[in-house]
């Protein structure tokens, strides 16, 4: 799915879109997170159930 595409079904700006895609956002917001899972018709729990985020340490400041 093309940047654009992604940013107009799911109200999120193409720019924050691109910036999550490429790592520039390193702690996209959970608005933008929820926005985006909406678009794509799935929930936050089913995003995060994924490989990708196994094995991450929490990070405690």
Request: hydrophobic share 40%.
């Amino acid at each position: 799915m093309a940047i654009n595409a992604l940013a107009n079904i799911s109200g999120v700006p193409a720019s924050t879109v691109y910036s999550i895609l490429n790592g520039k956002s390193k702690n996209p917001g959970t608005v933008s997170l929820q926005k985006l899972c909406d678009g794509l018709d799935i929930s936050i729990r089913e995003f995060f159930d994924s490989p990708l985020f196994d094995g991450l340490e929490q990070e405690i400041e």
